[in-house]
């Protein structure tokens, strides 16, 4: 579960650290808060950009850590495994992100690592469920994904969408050259013929262009050159004062010098090391400017050299390695020109071969979605009549469709809110307050089904009220049972569902807005529900009827 979530510097957050507890995890407080601004910490810890206008005002980075505790960290063990990052020790996993102006800085367990690691970790840590992100049910990819995730047809899926990759291939490449125009088809071949020839004729390659650049400096300044090498050679062993000669005194000194000196005879030896030394550097000289070629004939091969690099370059690309992958690209496209109709011919026995496998993969596929697309009809009706739908049906329809990346068939989720109405297509739905429940009653069936160890919740009881709140909040708390969920509302029915209870609030200081967070109990946490049911003004029977939702909510809790 997410035990620690600590906030420092963001927006108006000063400082929070939140211990979150396992069950439902309820957080109020009035309009404008900063409620959300929690659930905002967490999507930047999974991932999410974030900008330097997020620090608050006056400071120059903002910080945010979660602490996770696992019980089975064999998922995020796995994504850590494939980022080449140490597991979790002890199912402890501490996830941190600081950012600056100039900066971000992402950590996992004190390793640093990139946004794509932190959104991988969060795709196995949590469920996030936003205000509006309920209208995504109402797309069929993500009805899809629902159905697939609830038959756990997951590797199914990946392995028809291998078959169907490969088919898409074939279908782009015959497509590649079907888009040949025919017009001009003759100048074309003569144009591309005529660059590779000029290209392979040159033998370019980026070690001889830079030996011909090298060489021909060289040639260009040859008397400085060779200047310089004479006024070296001379200094090293030639000249009658050279370093050879005076090193060589010196070493004779030394040897003398050891009859009365016994450390003389090492000097002696080093000094000889030195005299090597300089032989040998000055024959290297000698060696280099002898070898150096500077007639008229190498220098103008040399010149023209040069010049035919920076044609090319000025013709076709700016660095050989670019005009040498033009120059493969010219052949692929010399050969497709020149045996198309051979090419589409092969490509097309492949390519219906290809559909016949995909359409047969996927067809195995729709049969095993079949099989569970009544169950999970049937959960999810059973989970809207808890959610005061007491006649409402849920259906799921497959039907044929032409080979996609998901399958070949296409997904319709209908409802039926009412006795006596017609199945409609989920999209039809106008309430807000429908599909949000619909929605809770999805994530109630899949969170028996996944692994995913935290939910959150962000205002999903939005746009319903009285009875069906109660329902809401009665939903939350059975996912609770199994799963650590957190949620925000503003509706005192789903509030005291919660097994722990958190309210947020703000304040000014010295011309500053802090936002605070404290977890409720006893008296404080009564009032916090009357201030939801009646406002600031705490009255009497807003205190005595928040005292009775929180008596009948927990004598609930102790039957589940």
Known sequence: MLNHLNIRNLALVDSVSIAFENGLNVITGETGAGKSLLIGALRLLLGERADKSMIRTGETSCGIEAVFELDDSSDVNAVLEEYGLPPCEGGLLIIRRTLSENSSKNLVNDSPVTLSVLKALGDVLVDMHGPYDHQSLLKTEAQMEVLDAFGDLGNDRAAYREIYNRFQTLEKRLDELSKIDNSGLQEQIDLLEWRIKEVEDAKISEEDEQAVLQEHEQIANAQ????????????????????????????????????????????????????????????????????????????????????????????????????????????????????????????????????????????????????????????????????????????????????????????????????????RPLRAIASSGEISRVMLAVKAVLA????????????????????????????????????????????????????????????????????????????????????????????????????????????????L
């Open 448 to 559: 028996r089904h996944d692994r995913i160890p935290l939910l959150i919740f962000d205002e999903i009881d939005a746009n319903v009220g009285g009875e069906i709140a109660n329902a809401v909040g009665g939903k939350l708390a059975q996912v609770g049972l199994t799963h650590q969920v957190i949620a925000i509302t503003h509706l005192p029915q789903v509030a005291v569902c919660g097994h722990t209870h958190f309210a947020v609030s703000k304040r000014v200081q010295d011309g500053r807005t802090f936002t605070e967070i404290a977890r409720l109990s006893g008296e404080n946490r009564t009032d916090e529900i009357a201030r939801m049911l009646g406002g600031k003004d705490l009255t009497k029977v807003a205190l005595q009827h928040a005292e009775e939702l929180l008596k009948n909510k927990n004598t609930n809790q102790t039957v």
């Open 224 to 423: 400085n050159i060779l200047e310089l090498a004479q006024t070296a050679t001379s200094g090293l062993t030639e000249a009658e004062y050279s370093a050879f000669e005076g090193l060589s005194a010196a070493r004779k000194a030394c040897s003398q010098l050891a009859k009365y000196i016994p450390e003389a005879e090492a000097w002696a030896e080093e000094i000889e090391g030195a005299v090597r030394t300089a032989q040998e550097i000055s024959s290297a000289i000698q060696r280099a400017v002898e070898d150096m070629e500077a007639g008229p004939e190498r220098l103008r091969f040399l010149d023209d050299r040069v010049a035919l690099y920076r044609s090319l370059k000025r013709k076709y690309a700016p660095t050989i390695p670019e005009i040498l992958t033009k120059l493969d690209d010219w052949k692929a496209r010399l050969n497709d020109l020149k045996s198309r109709d051979e090419q589409r011919a092969a490509l097309k026995t492949d390519c219906a071969a290809a559909r016949a496998e995909t359409e047969k993969a996927g067809r195995a596929l729709r049969r095993k979605r079949q099989n569970v697309a009544g169950k999970l009809a049937d959960a999810i009706t059973a989970e809207l009549r808890d959610l005061g739908f007491e006649h409402g049906l849920f259906e799921i329809q497959l039907r044929d469709c032409e080979p996609t990346g998901s399958g070949v068939d296409e997904i319709e989720f209908g409802f039926a809110p009412n006795a006596g109405e017609t199945m």
